[in-house]
């Protein structure tokens, strides 16, 4: 087999580092397609097959293909040539990112994956570098599909931004680290977290306790986003000096917030009215993040969502973005996937 030293363009990239050769089996009774790919420094490539070879295994399981390691070469076969394109798409851009000396985190392997089959075309080096300093270099946060970068830069650029979609998206995650982050860096001096409390169809009043006891385990999903991105002892400092204020949608009204950052959970519960209240309680300095999945509508059947409204009706402007992701862009257990897109499939028959 004649291999060839390779600087082949993906995505418009000019990479070299490594050795590569393609060839088309004729017998039928074998894998139709094979490529091979000799990687030129060991310790890199090591790297980037990871423990016990975990990260070729992925590759294996994802893609259907068959992989062979041979030191630093590889042979990978399949039946079809998409799969082994999406397999060296993905080793190539990994590798060259390894070489340019960031480390090789656990789930890099399978978040390289999962946004090369939503876009062939996608930077992997782009989307990596796009990191979210919560606190510290040690603990950061970084986009894991196309949408959720594109919801970063949306975040960035716009003062209000609309992200929709299913569950396991990172849509409140990401809003919670980019406040953080805007908070640590002095771009806002408040941050401001509130969703509705009073879900349709759920009564509270059995509950015991005052009124912020009794909607306490509605806010909880936002105080467990900031415990993970904050020191818990920090939190609570913050909480108590009112530097971080974390209430329900109802106790927005009548309010003018300025120079904070403002986000709206679970949005697709919200009536017109109070989408249109929240939307006019930006104050000057202000930024606004909305998140809903309209998927997941608990509103009683006479009641349009304030999240479908408000898409509607802002769609028209320039200085509003909005994000739309879709069940590629979940990140959590892989069955969480299947479900989401099942259930998308069920709504749409």
């Excluded at 480390?103 to 990191?131: C, N, V, Y």
């Excluded at 986009?143 to 931004?161: A, G, M």
């Amino acid at each position: 087999m004649n291999i060839e030293y390779w600087k082949m363009e993906i995505a418009g990239r000019t990479i070299p580092g490594f050795h590569f050769s393609k060839h088309e089996r004729m017998n039928s009774t074998q894998p139709r397609f094979e490529k091979e790919i000799e990687f030129q420094e060991s310790s890199v490539a090591r790297e980037l097959f990871g423990p016990q070879e975990k990260n070729i295994d992925l590759l294996r399981d994802k893609l259907g293909i068959i992989v062979h390691v041979r030191g630093n070469k590889l042979n990978l076969l399949a039946d079809e040539e998409g799969p082994l394109h999406t397999a060296c798409n993905c080793l190539v851009q990994l590798y060259d990112i390894l070489r340019s000396g960031r480390s090789f985190f656990e789930k890099d392997m399978e978040d390289a994956l999962r946004i090369l089959l939503q876009d062939p075309g996608a930077d992997l080096k782009q989307i990596f570098a796009d990191t979210v300093f919560a606190v510290s270099p040690k603990k950061t946060v970084a986009p894991k599909s196309v949408n959720q970068r594109k919801y970063l830069q949306k975040i960035r650029e716009k003062e209000l931004v609309f992200g929709i979609g299913p569950a396991g998206t990172g849509k409140t995650y990401l809003a919670v680290a980019m406040a953080v982050s805007f908070l640590l860096q002095g771009k806002v001096r408040k941050l401001i977290l509130t969703r509705p409390a009073l879900e349709a169809g759920e009564k509270l009043g059995f509950l015991p306790g005052d009124i912020l006891e009794k909607i306490d385990p509605y806010l909880r999903p936002l105080y467990d986003a900031l415990y993970e991105m904050l020191d818990f002892k920090k939190v609570q400092e913050m909480i108590q000096t009112g530097v971080i204020e974390i209430a329900p949608l109802a106790f927005m009204r009548g309010r003018t917030l300025n120079r904070a950052f403002i986000i709206l959970d679970e949005a697709q519960n919200t009536t017109p009215e109070q989408m249109k209240m929240f939307l006019t309680r930006m104050g000057q300095g202000s930024k606004a993040l909305i998140t809903g999945d309209i998927t997941q509508i608990d509103l009683p059947g006479s009641v349009k969502s304030g999240l479908l409204q408000a898409k509607e009706v802002l769609s028209g402007i320039e200085d509003v973005g909005f994000v739309h992701f879709q069940h590629p862009d979940v990140v959590r257990h892989d069955l969480v996937v299947k479900i989401v897109q099942a259930y998308e499939e069920y709504a749409q028959k």
